[in-house]
């Protein structure tokens, strides 16, 4: 037997029940993951309140999660040897193996002791993770690695990132430094600390921002992500002088800013992302802290805090 969070209707937390299913056989260029730790994202809760898809209940039983890390304890047709293993990637030692360590990330069902995962969008975990930590990388590293992409920023540039405090603003931040960009980012002032020693200059957010970040960046500011969307599409287009500038992930008006959102549906291959982030976060460069962990049977309690919205980094949720 297995275990899963799931929901059967659009909610809150209370939703959310522990149930036991069977344990899911892996499809055709899949392995299965006993899961030892699940990241928990806005999109978790957005699914669950039924905010991202098109009206109605759930076809059945929804699984919660998009990332995890764990073992491998079964391996689908095809999936012992894949070209992307074999070529060195994601595998490394030409293909994956029952009880190798993994990470990666799924459409939904990473709260649970078990998952299926596509090979292509796994990736060995190195020793010097832990469970927790690899958990909490895939979604924050890949999010902020794409959209820093798109910004396309210069080393010397001065980014502005909403939310700086949350996972992906946090990796942002970090990757734009390690590239020699400036970064100025909004978080409450008991984040500011921390931000500084990241070489994040924090502003705190909300009524007069406009003039806190020109104070705080008086060479102006080249790009925009804003990973907050709490209404802040207005000033960042004034704050960069055009929205083609600017970057959001979180606010569905941005068309209306002529303001680009990019998504999970831009993604890009983890192998390529984790590629530059691993050696960073083996060095201690990129830094990705952990606000809290829950075990799986208080899924709910870790949905009611990122819905919250107020933590640094990430949640992550334990599996024994
Ligand atoms: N489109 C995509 O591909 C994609 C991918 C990943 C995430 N997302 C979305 O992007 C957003 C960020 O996700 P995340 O996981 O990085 O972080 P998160 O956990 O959703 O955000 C938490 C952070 O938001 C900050 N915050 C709260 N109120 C704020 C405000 N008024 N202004 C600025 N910051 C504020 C908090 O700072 P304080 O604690 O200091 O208040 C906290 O550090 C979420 O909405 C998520 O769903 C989208």
């Known amino acids: 037997m297995s275990q899963a969070i799931r929901y059967v209707r659009h909610g ?3 939703v959310l029940t522990l149930d036991d299913v069977p344990i899911p056989e892996p ?6 993951v006993a899961v030892r ?3 928990v994202n806005g999109i978790d809760w957005k699914l669950r309140r039924g905010f991202m898809g098109r009206g109605g209940p759930p076809a059945g039983p929804a699984g919660v999660g998009v990332e995890f ?3 491998i304890d079964a391996i ?3 999936a012992g040897v894949t070209a992307d293993a074999a070529a060195g990637d994601g595998g490394g030692n030409g293909g994956w193996s029952v009880g190798q360590a993994v990470f990666g990330r799924v459409l939904s069902g990473a709260a649970a002791t078990h998952v299926p995962a596509d090979t292509e969008d796994l990736l060995a975990m190195p020793a010097w993770l832990s469970f927790e930590q690899a958990a909490a990388l895939p979604v924050a590293v890949e999010t902020a690695w794409r959209t820093l992409r798109r910004l396309d920023l210069k080393e010397g540039h001065t980014l502005l990132v909403h939310a700086v405090a949350g996972g992906v603003g946090l990796v942002a931040a970090q990757l734009a430094r390690d590239r020699g960009v400036r970064v100025v980012g909004t978080a409450s002032p008991a984040r500011h600390d921390f931000l500084r020693e990241l070489g994040v200059r924090p502003v705190e957010y909300g009524d007069g921002l406009a003039e806190r970040v020109r104070a705080a960046a008086p060479e102006g500011v080249d790009a925009v992500l804003d990973a907050s969307g709490r209404d802040v599409l207005a000033v960042s287009v004034e704050l960069a002088g055009g929205p083609d500038r600017v970057v959001t992930i979180a606010d569905g008006r941005a068309a209306e800013y002529g303001v680009s959102f990019s998504t999970g549906a831009d993604g890009v291959p983890l192998a390529d992302v984790f590629a530059e982030v691993l050696p960073l976060l083996e060095r201690g460069a990129l830094r990705v802290p952990i606000e809290r ?3 799986l049977e208080r899924t709910a309690d870790a949905h009611r805090l990122s819905e919250e919205g107020h933590l640094l980094g990430k949640i992550v949720i334990t599996v024994p």
Do not use: D, I, L, N
């Not at 499809?27 to 299965?32: A, L, M, N, S």
């Open 76 to 78: 689908g047709a095809g």
């Open 293 to 295: 962990t829950f075990p």
């Open 12 to 14: 809150g937390p209370e």
């Open 27 to 32: 499809g055709p260029g899949q392995v299965r």
């Open 69 to 71: 890390a764990g073992t």
């Open 37 to 39: 730790a699940a990241g």
